[in-house]
């Protein structure tokens, strides 16, 4: 069985701070990839990044990064300095076999000005 | 490239009522998903079609819920009679193909309310 947990509900920052959202995953699959998601307001479902699951290089895209540890299964994701439209609620997915593709249950980000 | 498309964007129905919800897909993908979004929570996956065939409809309510994707391209998902809790966002997405590297593309979903 698939299952991701995000222990965050919600997390409030200033304009230009870091923002941190942890993701914890479990699954007995050793192939699968892991994604996060951003929803805004409009309430489409935006793909951000993907890992897989043999490659634990932490990668930079922009204001975006990962940390992925395979060893305590998180899939950690940072906003460097954030902004008022990062504001969303933000979720981590995993897709092992089946091609399934399983949700924690978000996180909200309200970033201040 | 035109996004996968949902309709209605809104619902109101109640409770014992019947309501179906239409999506299309991408075009040229394979993979079409069903998710349930309620108020609070992550998408918790109903079905998914590989093509025009049910790969996964372990979490779908079959006493009331039913979807079908005839051709491999639309979906509609249905559902009868509809209760309380099933007021959520109704949520399609799809994939190019089944591999597992693929990330999945949303549609905007149909809000339903069951009063």
């Known amino acids: 069985a698939q299952k991701v947990t995000q222990a965050q509900t919600e997390i409030s920052v200033v304009e230009k701070e870091d923002v941190t959202l942890d993701c914890v995953y479990e699954?007995?699959?050793?192939?699968?990839?892991l994604f996060w998601y951003k929803q805004p307001p409009s309430g489409e479902l935006v793909f951000l990044i993907r890992r897989n699951s043999f490659d634990e290089q932490n990668e930079i895209s922009g204001r975006y990064s990962w940390n992925f540890q395979k060893s305590t299964s998180s899939f950690n994701f940072t906003i460097t300095a954030s902004q008022v439209v990062d504001s969303a609620v933000y979720f981590c997915a995993l897709k092992a076999a089946g091609n399934k593709l399983t949700f924690g249950g978000g996180t909200r980000v309200l970033v201040k000005p | 490239e035109a996004g996968v498309a949902q309709s209605p964007r809104y619902k109101i129905i109640e409770k014992r009522q019947s309501v179906a919800f239409w999506c299309n897909p991408i075009s040229g993908h394979a993979t079409l998903y069903w998710y349930q979004q309620i108020l609070g929570q992550g998408p918790k996956l109903l079905i998914q079609f590989q093509n025009n065939g049910v790969v996964d409809d372990s979490q779908l309510p079959k006493d009331r819920f039913s979807a079908e994707r005839l051709k491999g391209v639309d979906s509609t998902l249905k559902i009868q009679p509809a209760k309380l809790e099933d007021s959520a966002v109704y949520l399609c997405?799809?994939?190019?193909?089944?591999?597992?590297?693929?990330?999945?593309?949303f549609g905007q979903g149909t809000r339903l309310t069951v009063v």
């Open positions: 997405a799809s994939s190019p193909n089944r591999g597992m590297n693929t990330e999945a593309f």
């Open positions: 699954t007995r699959d050793t192939t699968y990839y």
